[in-house]
């Protein structure tokens, strides 16, 4: 009750923000993940990898808009692209020379992509990705798995909720092995695609196994049925994504975030037999229309992006920052003797309030929830601006000093909360 009060009192234009916005949005929202009590601070401006909210308080910012915001708030090369774009004007109703450069750059880099196909964001994406797994294979049923995140319109709540998604879905649970085979083979007749993320973003930093992909990879063959890597969150693995530590191809990738430079972005692709479902010369072919799906800003911006500014050295330099940052982090958990730990790959991490193995998302505890709650709260007055569930996303101007600075808080929270821990 404290920390919620000192967070009440120093954000009084915040607060008022709130109140202002929920008379016109249901929850004063228009994205549930930005949706806490007993309201968010709303951000006036960034630089670099620093925040600033509309009370005037400075952030270091350590969730880089849970992905999105690789190259951090002021990229003097994205910024000049987009300017340059801006000039030759917007909206030109034609296809442009950049969708091809930049799908040649993320052709060459995924295992996967032989072809691909550009969208406003991720959900499109997964969706457009879903929609050619069903007219590739003539059948409609989709296995997904329990806690999985594949944007606003298919979100996988975690312990046998409802689901949101636009067609029949089967839930198996992430990295079971022996009972995700199973219910392949049950439904093999009906099943047209096996969807999941090869890291869980938001079911809270959770690695498959290489094993257990491996095993989706070789079923979903033997079941006639597509296998769709949702990568948009993992691709920043390695220049290639997850896919390409692993060593295990997907038929088909979805992709989004970071690789517009910032600006709204979703991709899909993979198979050339499977994407050619959208090939206008082939007779029977389905559409996937979309006015933003070329626009001008998110394609240049996406070429200088990914062409110039984050490739194989910046991916494996960004996975082993976020690999030394996150044992540093488990480090001060375990010397402090505390129920917590960072689980997650490379530069993306996220806390969790007990100990012992996380392979798959779980329901948290009263006592858990309140622990998260305190722990956002006591970062947000040290000046650290995370996720409300904790979810860390390192940005590429994230430097060791602002990484030591989160160690540092880390370590702070452990000493001062510790009867609670
Ligand atoms: N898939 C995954 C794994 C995601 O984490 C997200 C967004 O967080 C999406 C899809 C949806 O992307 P977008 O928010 O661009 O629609």
Not at 191 to 201: K, Q, T
């Amino acid at each position: 009750a404290e920390a919620r009060e000192r967070y009440v009192a120093a954000r009084p234009k915040s607060a008022a923000a709130h109140a202002r916005a929920r008379a016109v949005l249901p929850g004063g929202n228009t994205r549930s993940v930005l949706f806490y009590t007993p309201f968010p601070t709303a951000m006036a401006k960034g630089e670099g990898c620093w925040l600033e909210d509309i009370d005037g308080h400075r952030y270091l910012d350590l969730i880089g808009e849970f992905t999105a915001g690789l190259f951090g708030h002021s990229n003097p090369r994205i910024q000049a692209v987009l300017q340059a774009t801006i000039a030759n004007g917007l909206n030109l109703t034609a296809v442009g020379e950049n969708e091809a450069k930049l799908g040649e750059i993320l052709c060459a880099r995924f295992p996967s992509l032989e072809r691909v196909r550009f969208t406003n964001s991720g959900t499109e994406a997964n969706l457009m990705a879903l929609a050619a797994a069903r007219a590739h294979t003539g059948k409609s049923k989709i296995l997904g798995f329990y806690g999985g995140y594949h944007g606003g319109a298919m979100t996988f709540a975690g312990g046998g909720s409802p689901v949101n998604a636009p067609y029949p879905v089967i839930l198996a649970q992430y990295n079971d092995i022996e009972g995700t085979v199973a219910m392949i083979r049950e439904n093999a007749a009906d099943l047209a695609a096996v969807i999941l993320e090869p890291m869980m973003g938001g079911g809270g930093c959770i690695p498959a196994t290489r094993d257990f992909l491996a095993t989706m990879r070789a079923e979903a063959t033997a079941a006639g049925a597509v296998l769709i890597f949702d990568e948009v969150m993992t691709s920043r693995h390695t220049a290639g994504g997850l896919q390409r530590l692993h060593g295990v191809t997907p038929d088909l990738t979805t992709l989004g975030k970071y690789m517009a430079g910032g600006m709204s972005f979703g991709a899909f692709g993979g198979k050339a037999e499977v994407m050619s479902v959208f090939d206008a010369y082939r007779e029977g072919s389905m559409p996937h229309s979309g006015t933003f799906n070329n626009n001008v800003l998110s394609m240049a911006a996406g070429t200088v992006a990914m062409g110039e500014l984050f490739r194989d050295e910046e991916a494996d330099a960004l996975r082993a920052r976020g690999e030394a940052l996150r044992a540093a982090l488990n480090q001060v958990c375990a010397r402090h003797g505390v129920a917590m730990q960072f689980t997650g790959i490379g530069s993306m991490m996220q806390p969790h309030f007990r100990t012992g193995p996380i392979i798959r998302p779980y329901a948290s505890t009263p006592a858990e929830d309140a622990l998260r709650e305190l722990f956002f709260l006591d970062l947000m007055a040290a000046g650290i601006y995370t996720a409300r569930r904790g979810m860390v996303a390192l940005t590429l101007p994230v430097g060791d000093a602002e990484a030591a600075r989160y160690v540092a808080a880390v370590e702070e929270f452990c000493e001062a909360r510790k009867p609670l821990l």
